[in-house]
């Protein structure tokens, strides 16, 4: 999995191109009109429900832009929010609070509707072994932030990115010729290039689960696109050999019983590709 350290660069890296993005050569707007000595008081303001997710982002924004910037927060990451709750206040210079509210906003309101969605995922699979996973489905260049919601929101992160996990998909079986093929081939590679990395491999039908299973060294079966009757059978032809995983358009009215087919871990792509943000305002107290 990705390293705390590049986890910290990748978060720099969001909030360092989004300012460049938004502010430019200066927030003219705030410049225009309001003195630099000013200072005051402003408010993260609910205009929705749901998980609240970003508050800790929401503060390595503010000071990123001012060091100054002090952040009072009176509700916590995770927690479920209402209409009219107000989740902290911010101090200081009134031009420092204005360069940062879009961005706060932006992320924030994203990563609240990925962190609600998760929860409802969650919530769906109470009582259940399964747990839910991300995937790479994200929005280009802030994928650490919606992971990050993801986990706020009570599910847990799959791969990263390409480099951290080997997953083998229908693709790559059939570039190299085939299911045992491709896990001998990335087996010598990774002898060969001393890394250590875990190895997914993707079956179509239970035929491909058959030949997954004679390989050893496999971490996990992703079982894509199965029915229920399928996926119960390939659970059961699997068993304690490595942990299995479903996929393949799996939505709030199939979750269930596609963990009650005993599958260790449901991935999803609508956790972060199908949200609607969460209704945020920063205003002015």
Same mark, same amino acid.
Request: proline share 1%; aromatic share 8%; glycine share 8%.
């Given at each position: ?7 910290? #660069? ?15 050569? $200066?927030?003219? =707007? =705030?410049? *225009? ?7 005051? #008081?402003?408010?993260?303001? %609910? ?7 970003? +508050?800790?982002?929401? #503060? ?9 910037? !002090?952040? !009072? ?8 929010? #209402? ?14 609070? &204005?360069?940062?509210?879009?961005? %706060? ?20 699979? !109470?009582?259940? /072994? ?18 990050? *919601? %993801? ?10 990115? &390409? ?17 045992? /093929? ?31 299973? /004679? ?7 992703? +079982? ?13 032809? +699997? $068993? ?16 269930? /019983? ?8 449901? =991935? ?6 199908? %949200? ?7 205003? *002015?107290?």
């Amino acid at each position: 999995m990705i390293s705390k350290e590049q986890l910290k #660069k990748e978060l720099y890296y969001i909030i360092s191109n989004a300012i460049r993005e938004d502010v430019g050569d $200066g927030d003219h =707007s =705030s410049l *225009a009109c309001i003195p630099a000595e000013t200072n005051g #008081k402003a408010k993260l303001l %609910v205009k929705d429900e749901g998980i609240i997710a970003g +508050i800790e982002f929401a #503060k390595m924004i503010f000071a990123y832009v001012d060091e100054k910037l !002090e952040v !009072e927060t009176l509700i916590n990451d995770g927690d479920r929010v #209402k209409y009219g709750d107000i989740v902290f206040y911010v101090t200081g210079s009134s031009q420092s609070i &204005l360069k940062a509210e879009r961005l %706060v906003l932006n992320t924030m309101q994203r990563m609240s509707a990925i962190a609600t969605k998760t929860r409802s995922f969650m919530d769906l699979l !109470e009582g259940t /072994k399964t747990k839910i996973l991300d995937t790479r489905k994200t929005t280009p260049g802030i994928r650490a932030i919606e992971k990050w *919601a %993801v986990k706020i929101g009570g599910g847990e992160n799959h791969r990263f990115a &390409l480099y951290d996990m080997i997953m083998l998909k229908d693709n790559h079986i059939d570039f190299a010729g085939g299911i045992t /093929k491709a896990i001998q081939k990335t087996q010598t590679y990774l002898k060969e290039t001393n890394r250590d990395l875990k190895i997914i491999v993707e079956a179509r039908n239970l035929t491909e689960i058959e030949e997954i299973l /004679k390989s050893e060294g496999v971490y996990r079966i992703l +079982i894509d696109n199965f029915n229920y009757e399928d996926t119960r059978t390939a659970v059961a032809m +699997i $068993g304690d050999q490595c942990l299995t995983e479903s996929s393949g358009g799996i939505n709030e009215k199939t979750l269930r /019983k596609y963990a009650d087919c005993g599958v260790d871990y449901i =991935s999803s792509g609508a956790l972060t590709h199908s %949200v609607y943000n969460m209704d945020l305002s920063l205003k *002015a107290v």
